[in-house]
């Protein structure tokens, strides 16, 4: 006679017990998901906004470029320190210890540094570095991208 009060009462025990167990596992799923969710999307701007720096550094060195050089030396290096600003923002958004973004920094450095010819042309080794800038950063973007592929 016990058995038949106890046995229903463990069963009914045991059955709260896993729909408990089962809604807690479910709230942690929901959890991960939602923590992959908003990560993929941070990571997705992070992409975009290192393609839209990058594009706008290159435009604005070309113009550096096609600038005589007594016109930007007169504007107290306006072109300059628009340059300087959008690497600013790009030190910034990237990490220091990796050898990709040293790579980029240097480059994107020697290109500024290439606008001082008198010339106001792009120059074959100019346009390798303008090329080099661009395929360390397609690097950088497809890295990235495997990031949030992984995620979601």
Not at 36 to 50: D, F, K
Not at 96 to 113: A, M, Q, R, V
Request: charged share 30%; proline share 3%.
């Amino acid at each position: 006679m016990k058995y038949e009060v106890i046995i229903p009462w463990i069963i009914s025990c045991f059955a709260t017990f896993l729909t408990f167990y089962a809604i807690k596992i479910s709230q942690k799923s929901s959890e991960l998901d939602r923590r992959r969710s908003v990560l993929s999307i941070n990571r997705q701007e992070w992409i975009n906004t290192l393609r839209d720096l990058i594009s706008r550094l290159l435009i604005d060195i070309e113009i550096l470029h096609a600038l005589p050089k007594t016109l930007w030396e007169e504007k107290e290096h306006e072109g300059y320190r628009n340059v300087q600003e959008l690497i600013n923002k790009l030190e910034l958004l990237l990490n220091p210890e990796e050898k990709k973004t040293e790579k980029l920094i240097n480059s994107l450095d020697n290109y500024i540094k290439s606008v001082d010819n008198d010339s106001g042309i792009i120059t074959q080794p100019e346009e390798n570095l303008r090329a080099q800038i661009i395929s360390v950063t397609q690097k950088i973007l497809k890295e990235e991208w495997e990031r949030v592929k992984k995620y979601q």
